[in-house]
């Protein structure tokens, strides 16, 4: 077989193929691309067929448009989609060879014309290339995630509308046996409430105790105290003891931004409740859904009305609620709407105060059943020094002595960390002590002012102690007295409170008899604020001044909008004011010029005590005292003796 003859056989099997892409599925052209493929497999697998080629040598641009004008090129295949040109070259047995076109068309005008000129076969066959592809593959992507997304605002739609539907459904916790891990002997220092809550446990457990003498529990109790008392723990103690069903919930869980959701959950709750019979209902907070109506903003649409009425309604309305007890906690019952407190709702309320002495001491057992102390410390002695803690307080109180603990790498409290964790918690957290300079001389001097006439004046608590390291909140230093058991009545006599301005003014006093009128400090901004407070209350609501036992202001709650802004007036003429404003001037002056007398009779203990202060930082209360006996007058000492 001859060349000429190769070539004719390789031409109709182009022709064929050309055919066969035009017209798909003929059985004709389908045989004579079975021919062709054949062929072209004899042609490539044959040797004797074959020849070896010279490596060829990459054709440029300028070097195309020099073979055209000399007239080497046979046939050149422009392939607009890749940016090259197919060229075949006369010469026998050549290869194609591609040659990089320009990207603008109008620059590849020159080869154009010269193939044109001379004769060339020229002809545009792009090749197929990614570009329908990826616009396919593109769309098909955007409209998946158009789908997608329809997709999910359908089914979040779908959420929204059963949420909607839920909106009135109660958010109550629900258990039917409170395991709580709270029992009553857990709850201390409170026994009068407990005593009275022990008797609802009596009645779920036990109702016929009280149904064989007609007696009916309560249907509501509302305990009542300041924060930190327990109030909510005594809750848990009910829910742990009773074992019937409980509901706790939150008075602000009822009220939402939508119209009459709230009484639609006050309705469910209830209604599970008397599925559940007999149950209890804790309502934490209810004062924040059972403020008095007709107050603030609003009027009577008001949605938190709304809630309230319905829940008057639900507790003691026309069907009633055998079988529920309703157990809430507030600490603030004076901005509680009257109908919710009367008989037949909250039946009983049961104050929840800060705990006496012998209630301090039963919550420091409590609270030190898991804690390891050292053989030296004495509870008595801890609920002796903290009057005025609550329940709270307490358990805080041992959890950073036992924190401090850990931190000095000790293996139990010792009552060392006792005092530093009071103090942590009454005053404020320890600071790096002063440098020696005039300002730690001046707060020495002013806390020695307020420390002697703790132990001189008779009608004040121990020292404890003096300190000049400083303690977060600005404060410089302290003397901070033993509170008595009077304290826990809050009886305090004329003497007393005169007794207590003076020593509220000793720390001024004692700066002016040391460093003189002009270089006295702002250091008791404080004090005088207290100062002025008492020697006020004193004359317009104790009685205890000239003008003779008259009550000429009320005592000084926070104002509730709607009900008290309006109500605010002045009780007393402006002759009385004046009146007032001289006996409040004449208190303080004079216990003023007492608390300096005091200062300068005992200017040498004073320097005594400072220069001691200056050294230790600290002085214990019994130190102290030793100090002062040794540098007073007779009378004097057996007074500090006294104390000691």
């Given at each position: 077989?001859?060349?000429?003859?190769?070539?004719?056989?390789?031409?109709?099997?182009?022709?064929?193929?050309?055919?066969?892409?035009?017209?798909?599925?003929?059985?004709?052209?389908?045989?004579?691309?079975?021919?062709?493929?054949?062929?072209?497999?004899v042609?490539?697998?044959?040797?004797?067929?074959?020849?070896?080629?010279?490596?060829?040598?990459?054709?440029?641009?300028?070097?195309l448009?020099?073979?055209?004008?000399?007239?080497?090129?046979?046939?050149?295949?422009?392939?607009?989609?890749?940016?090259?040109?197919?060229?075949?070259?006369?010469?026998?047995?050549?290869?194609?060879?591609?040659?990089?076109?320009?990207?603008?068309?109008?620059?590849?005008?020159?080869?154009?014309?010269?193939a044109?000129?001379?004769?060339?076969?020229?002809?545009?066959?792009?090749?197929?290339?990614?570009?329908?592809?990826?616009?396919?593959?593109?769309?098909?992507?955007?409209a998946?995630?158009?789908?997608?997304?329809?997709?999910m605002?359908?089914?979040?739609?779908?959420n929204?509308?059963?949420?909607?539907?839920?909106?009135?459904?109660?958010?109550?916790?629900?258990?039917?046996?409170?395991?709580?891990?709270?029992?009553?002997?857990?709850?201390?220092?409170?026994?009068?409430?407990?005593?009275?809550?022990?008797?609802?446990?009596?009645?779920?457990?036990?109702?016929?105790?009280?149904?064989?003498?007609?007696?009916?529990?309560?249907?509501?109790v509302?305990?009542?105290?300041?924060?930190g008392?327990?109030?909510?723990?005594?809750?848990?103690?009910?829910?742990?003891?009773?074992?019937?069903?409980?509901f706790?919930?939150?008075?602000?869980?009822?009220?939402e931004?939508?119209?009459?959701?709230?009484a639609?959950?006050?309705?469910?709750?209830?209604?599970?409740?008397?599925?559940?019979?007999?149950?209890?209902?804790?309502?934490?907070e209810?004062?924040?859904?059972?403020?008095?109506r007709?107050?603030?903003?609003?009027?009577?649409?008001?949605?938190?009305?709304?809630?309230?009425?319905?829940?008057?309604?639900?507790?003691?309305?026309?069907?009633?609620?055998?079988?529920?007890?309703?157990?809430?906690a507030?600490?603030?019952?004076?901005?509680?709407?009257?109908?919710?407190?009367?008989?037949?709702?909250?039946?009983?309320?049961?104050?929840?105060?800060?705990?006496?002495?012998?209630?301090?001491?039963?919550?420091?057992?409590?609270?030190?059943?898991?804690?390891?102390?050292?053989?030296?410390?004495?509870?008595?002695?801890?609920?002796?020094?903290?009057?005025?803690?609550?329940?709270?307080?307490?358990?805080?109180?041992?959890?950073?002595?036992?924190?401090?603990?850990?931190?000095?790498?000790?293996?139990?409290?010792?009552?060392?960390?006792?005092?530093?964790?009071?103090?942590?918690?009454?005053?404020?957290?320890?600071?790096?002590?002063?440098?020696?300079?005039k300002?730690?001389?001046?707060?020495?001097?002013?806390?020695?002012?307020?420390?002697?006439?703790?132990?001189?004046l008779?009608?004040?608590?121990?020292?404890?102690?003096?300190?000049?390291?400083?303690?977060?909140?600005?404060?410089?230093?302290?003397?901070?007295?033993?509170?008595?058991?009077?304290?826990?009545?809050?009886?305090?006599?004329?003497?007393?409170?005169?007794?207590?301005?003076?020593?509220?003014?000793?720390?001024?006093?004692?700066?002016?008899?040391?460093?003189g009128?002009?270089?006295?400090?702002?250091?008791?901004?404080?004090?005088?604020?207290?100062?002025?407070?008492?020697?006020?209350?004193?004359?317009?609501?104790?009685?205890?001044?000239?003008?003779?036992?008259?009550?000429?202001?009320?005592?000084?709650?926070?104002?509730?909008?709607?009900?008290?802004?309006?109500?605010?007036?002045?009780?007393?003429?402006?002759?009385?004011?004046?009146?007032?404003?001289?006996?409040?001037?004449?208190?303080?002056?004079?216990?003023?010029?007492?608390?300096?007398?005091?200062?300068?009779?005992?200017?040498?203990?004073?320097?005594?005590?400072?220069?001691?202060?200056?050294?230790?930082?600290?002085?214990?209360?019994?130190?102290?005292?030793?100090?002062?006996?040794?540098?007073?007058?007779s009378?004097?000492?057996?007074?500090?003796?006294?104390?000691?």
């Amino acid at each position: 077989m001859n060349d000429s003859q190769k070539k004719s056989l390789i031409e109709q099997g182009q022709a064929g193929k050309v055919r066969h892409s035009r017209a798909t599925g003929s059985a004709a052209t389908g045989a004579l691309t079975a021919v062709w493929l054949m062929l072209q497999g004899v042609l490539v697998s044959a040797p004797a067929l074959t020849q070896t080629t010279k490596a060829q040598e990459p054709l440029s641009y300028s070097g195309l448009l020099e073979k055209i004008e000399e007239g080497q090129v046979n046939k050149i295949e422009l392939d607009t989609a890749r940016g090259v040109a197919q060229v075949y070259l006369k010469e026998r047995n050549s290869t194609p060879q591609e040659v990089a076109l320009f990207a603008d068309d109008r620059n590849n005008q020159p080869l154009i014309e010269a193939a044109r000129a001379n004769n060339v076969d020229l002809d545009a066959q792009p090749t197929a290339d990614g570009s329908a592809a990826t616009w396919l593959l593109t769309h098909a992507l955007l409209a998946f995630l158009l789908i997608g997304g329809l997709l999910m605002v359908l089914r979040r739609s779908g959420n929204a509308s059963g949420q909607a539907m839920s909106f009135g459904k109660s958010r109550a916790r629900f258990m039917m046996e409170a395991k709580t891990g709270v029992m009553f002997d857990d709850v201390a220092g409170i026994e009068e409430a407990k005593e009275e809550l022990q008797e609802v446990v009596t009645f779920l457990k036990k109702p016929e105790k009280f149904t064989a003498v007609g007696a009916k529990i309560p249907k509501g109790v509302l305990l009542v105290g300041p924060p930190g008392t327990g109030k909510t723990l005594l809750a848990k103690a009910i829910a742990g003891e009773a074992g019937v069903p409980f509901f706790s919930i939150s008075g602000s869980e009822f009220v939402e931004m939508f119209v009459g959701v709230g009484a639609s959950r006050v309705r469910d709750l209830f209604k599970k409740a008397k599925e559940n019979a007999p149950c209890i209902i804790f309502i934490d907070e209810i004062d924040a859904v059972g403020r008095q109506r007709g107050t603030g903003i609003g009027g009577g649409n008001d949605e938190r009305e709304q809630t309230l009425n319905q829940l008057l309604t639900e507790m003691d309305g026309f069907e009633g609620n055998a079988g529920i007890i309703i157990i809430a906690a507030t600490n603030r019952p004076d901005v509680l709407d009257s109908a919710l407190l009367r008989p037949g709702r909250f039946d009983r309320q049961v104050m929840v105060d800060l705990p006496s002495y012998q209630g301090r001491l039963g919550i420091l057992k409590v609270h030190a059943r898991n804690k390891k102390l050292a053989p030296e410390i004495s509870l008595e002695a801890i609920a002796r020094r903290t009057p005025g803690f609550s329940g709270a307080d307490l358990a805080n109180m041992l959890n950073e002595a036992a924190i401090l603990t850990a931190r000095r790498r000790k293996e139990a409290l010792t009552p060392l960390e006792i005092d530093d964790a009071i103090d942590r918690v009454t005053i404020g957290l320890k600071l790096n002590p002063l440098m020696d300079s005039k300002k730690k001389r001046l707060i020495a001097y002013h806390e020695i002012g307020h420390a002697l006439l703790m132990t001189l004046l008779p009608n004040t608590d121990p020292l404890d102690k003096v300190t000049i390291i400083p303690r977060s909140g600005g404060i410089g230093g302290f003397a901070k007295p033993v509170p008595s058991e009077d304290s826990d009545f809050g009886l305090e006599s004329r003497s007393r409170i005169l007794d207590n301005i003076k020593i509220y003014l000793g720390g001024r006093a004692s700066e002016e008899e040391v460093f003189g009128h002009d270089e006295v400090t702002q250091g008791a901004t404080g004090d005088i604020q207290a100062v002025a407070d008492y020697a006020r209350r004193m004359v317009t609501r104790y009685g205890m001044s000239e003008l003779g036992p008259l009550a000429l202001e009320r005592s000084g709650g926070e104002i509730f909008l709607g009900r008290d802004l309006m109500g605010q007036s002045v009780e007393y003429s402006n002759e009385m004011a004046v009146k007032i404003d001289h006996q409040v001037r004449t208190i303080v002056f004079t216990c003023y010029e007492e608390a300096r007398r005091l200062i300068r009779e005992n200017r040498i203990a004073v320097d005594r005590l400072v220069e001691l202060l200056l050294e230790q930082e600290t002085i214990e209360g019994d130190q102290f005292r030793q100090v002062v006996a040794e540098y007073t007058s007779s009378a004097e000492q057996q007074l500090v003796g006294q104390k000691i």
